[in-house]
């Protein structure tokens, strides 16, 4: 796969944009970037501020040939790729937050929506959108104690300018490193080990916020199929991350 990216300076979310560059028959590997998005989403169905040049936002489309189950873990291995790429260009030692934010100061520093169409059950595509908060100077009240940005993080180290441009390349760069080791097993056995070496929720307690009841326990880590595994009283219990959330035991992580 390559990767061709087309940048707007602006669209209403890029993940709503590269749907419709799929319905027009684009290849896999094409990316959609803006500079600012007007309706940016979050996952259920928040909205995910993105300012004028404040933001990367940024979509890529993939068509896999694995079964649809498998493919939730596609956002974890997103996660891994933003990990590594503040890592690489700044030098800062990110966590992931199960299943995929990326915190540091116990502050999330980026966001991501992977949307798929299924039919006649398998993957038509997926779309993986990633937001990372890079120039912001401020959030929303809402926010305000939940969210960090690339340049408060490096604010007062010589050196490292934070440009938006070399972010995606190297972020897509990197997601393909990762996808690829992804699809060569259909799982993510080889990637756990260095998910599990950043996950931020390892060893601590954490609240599952499950429709049916919340529970707690401690997290133990994430297995081949990306679930969280978290021991409890009742012994070890696997957490898929499309039916619920997960809390430290007194707050966000
Ligand atoms: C979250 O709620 O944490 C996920 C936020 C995902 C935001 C990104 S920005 C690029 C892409 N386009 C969107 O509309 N959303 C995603």
Known sequence: MQIKEYYFESVDSTNNEAKKWILRGCPEGTVISAGRQTAGRG??????????????????????KLPPERLSMVTLVAAMAVRKTIQELFGLEGQIKWPNDLVLKNRKICGILTEMSVKDQAAEYVIVGIGINVHNRSFPPELSDKAISLDQLLEGKQGRKTDCS???????????????????????SRLQEEYNRYLINRGRQVRILDPLGDWEGTAKGINSAGELLVDTPSGLRRVDSGEVSVRGADGYV
């Open 43 to 64: 996952r259920r169905g928040h909205v995910w501020q993105s300012p004028q040049d404040e933001v990367v936002a940024s979509t890529i489309v993939l068509y896999p």
């Open 166 to 188: 070399q972010i995606r390349k190297t972020l897509w760069e990197n997601f393909l490193i990762y996808y690829n080791a992804f699809l060569d097993s259909g799982d993510l």
